[in-house]
């Protein structure tokens, strides 16, 4: 797994991301409103937001990236289409992820409007906290959290 680093090569990467999200219709589905913009999109994802990824000869297909909250990081996380089916290839990549993140903070926040989303972040050790009305384009979403310790305790670390 790389960490992106800003510089003509990955930021390619990252326009291709963007074009491949807008594409498939995913954009919309992962970010709010202001991300439809591709200044918006490319200065989002810069440092002090950590990036990391997989890519293949099309692309980014793995990209979890983080930002800071408080003293926790949020965690957003996008699968290219032909690689969501394979949770033995996606899985170890997030555990991977947020592994190295836990050395950073004590806690990951995560939000979602996919209920599908809550049940396979539970697996990782997420406990969901309840639902946030019109906190997403106005429409609710569950909010959900994992610390460090049970993390290591549901991914066996």
Do not use: C
């Amino acid at each position: 797994m790389k960490v992106y680093e800003p510089g003509p090569e990955e930021d390619l990467l990252l326009l291709q991301l963007y074009s491949t999200m807008v594409q498939a219709g995913d954009l919309e589905k992962a970010f709010t409103s202001p991300m439809k913009s591709l200044t918006t999109f490319m200065a989002r994802l810069q440092p002090p937001s950590i990036l990391v990824y997989e890519a293949d000869k099309d692309g980014m297909w793995f990209v979890a990236w983080f930002d800071y909250i408080l003293s926790a990081l949020t965690l957003g996380l996008w699968v290219r289409e032909d690689y969501r089916d394979q949770p033995k290839t996606t899985a170890p990549l997030l555990q991977e992820s947020l592994r190295a993140i836990f050395g950073l903070t004590p806690v990951i926040v995560a939000i979602t409007r996919d209920p599908k989303v809550v049940k396979s972040a539970q697996l990782f050790g997420f406990q969901k906290h309840g639902i946030i009305p019109h906190i997403w384009e106005g429409e609710a979403a569950y909010i959900m959290s994992v610390t460090k310790e049970d993390f290591e305790k549901t991914n066996g670390v």
